[in-house]
Every structure is written in C-alpha cells, then in structure tokens.
C-alpha cells in the first residue's frame, strides 16, 4: 500500500509471508500493479527495500505489456503521455518515443500517470490519432486504492479527451486485458488459464482473471468490502473473497 504516486509503500498484512511461502514451495509469481510513476527495476528495488523477495523479473507493469504488444503489432514510434516510468521501458527495447508537439506521426499514443497533461499534449495526441496512430491507455480504472483512499487515476481522463475529440476508443495494455495477462503468462511460463489472480480491484484483477479463465481471488484491502463481490456481474466477481493475502497462505499445499 502507498500513496497516490505509489511512494511511501508497506506490505499489507501477510504479504511478506506468503510471497515467501510461495518461493519455498517452488511456485513462481509475479506482482502487477497498474502504475506508470517507476520503472518496473525501480519498483522490484522498492519492493526489495520493505522486504520482498523478488527479482526484477517478477515485476511487472503496463510498461512491459506494452513493450510486449507494441514489439509484435511493429509499433515502433509513440507518443507517450507520461514519465519516465512509461517511457524508459519503451526507450530499452528500441521503441523511439515521440515528443507531443505539434502535427506528429506515431504509430501509437499510449496515456498513463500524466497530471502534467496540458492542452498541447492534448493537441498533439488527437492529431497523432487522426493521422492512424491506436490510442492505449495503461489503465481505465476511475480509482485506485492508496493510503490516502480512493485516488483518481488519470489514464482514463485522458484517453476520454482524446476520444472525445477523434472518436477512436482505446485499447488497454494493462489490467484487466488479455495483453496484460498474457505478458504475465509468458513471464511465468504457464498458459494463463493456469494463473491464479489475486487482487483488490474486481473491475481490474477479476475482471482479468475472468477472461483468461483463470482463478481469481479477492481481498478485501482495496476500495471494496468483502461482501461487495456478491453484487458483481459474472464477468467481474471472484472465485474466491478473502479478508487479506495473508490468508492465501491457508490455500497452499504442504511444503515438500
């Protein structure tokens, strides 16, 4: 859990242990969070800092999906609505990014954490976008769970401009879409019916796991209660509603 700009991060409850346990039993896993403000290096290093086991392989964002989709659609100059977060993983497989000024050609806009957005950066994205570019949005969640509450997320509101304006809807990289979790089923090495999906978000993690027919399980430390779940449509409720990840640890086989 962290603020709005994911800093100021503690383990929720049980997190430490049953990361942990599952490394003890050999069971691979990897963390997705939705943001864009850090690398996915620098958020595996922050994780690393308050006690997480984990590689820099484990982590994953909507940056690497992207990297992921964009490497096989042959996207290869983009305009980025965001940090260094978005763009550095972008820049590391070769994807050139493209400054929002003026009349520009791209072969994708992709929007994230972007509360700089201006009127300019709106300009130059729609004429992007008019001149054949697809518009991608790392996440289309209104919120976001934080220490502070709910946050407004800011992808939405800015792919909702620049639709507003050229008519064209985005596709997401991030959760819940299939590009996402099909990034976490090749890092993972397993087909994605095989996940299990654990999250705080039904909109975002059941969602996801829903249409990969994958195992979703929901924990109840996010923006909804446990008894939320019984009011989701099918596509959006879990398998499984915990109070927290502490419990998954109840679920684990024995360990050899």
């Known amino acids: ?56 392989d484990a982590m994953l964002t909507p940056a690497t999906s992207a990297v992921d989709h964009f490497l096989a659609t042959g996207h290869r100059r983009v305009l980025v609505l965001d940090g260094d977060g978005l763009k550095e993983p972008l820049r590391q497989a070769g994807i050139e990014i493209v400054a929002p000024k003026g009349k520009l050609e791209a072969d994708a806009v992709l929007a994230g954490w972007y509360r700089e957005f201006t009127m300019d950066d709106l300009e130059a994205a729609c004429h992007a976008v008019f001149g054949g570019a697809t518009l991608y949005s790392s996440s289309q969640s209104v919120f976001f769970a934080s220490a502070d509450g709910r946050t407004l997320g800011t992808s939405r509101a800015i792919c909702a401009m620049i ?89 684990l086989p024995a360990a050899a």
């Open 1 to 56: 859990m962290g603020d709005r700009r994911n800093h100021g991060l503690t383990p929720l409850p049980g997190a430490l242990e049953i990361t942990a346990a599952l490394t003890a039993r050999g069971l691979p896993w990897v963390t997705f969070p939705n943001g864009t403000t850090r690398t996915p290096e620098a958020y595996a290093e922050t994780l690393r800092r308050i006690g997480f086991d984990l590689s820099d």
């Open 163 to 251: 639709t507003s304006v050229t008519g064209v809807t985005e596709q997401v990289v991030g959760k819940p879409s299939l590009t996402g979790m099909r990034c976490a089923a090749r890092r993972l090495a397993v087909d994605p019916h095989h996940l299990a999906v654990v999250g705080d978000d039904p909109e975002l993690e059941m969602a996801m796991a829903r249409r990969a027919d994958a195992l979703g399980i929901a924990v109840a430390t996010g923006i909804h209660t446990a008894d939320h779940s019984t009011t989701l449509p099918l596509e959006q409720r879990p398998h499984l509603t915990i109070d927290g990840v502490g419990r998954l640890i109840d679920f």
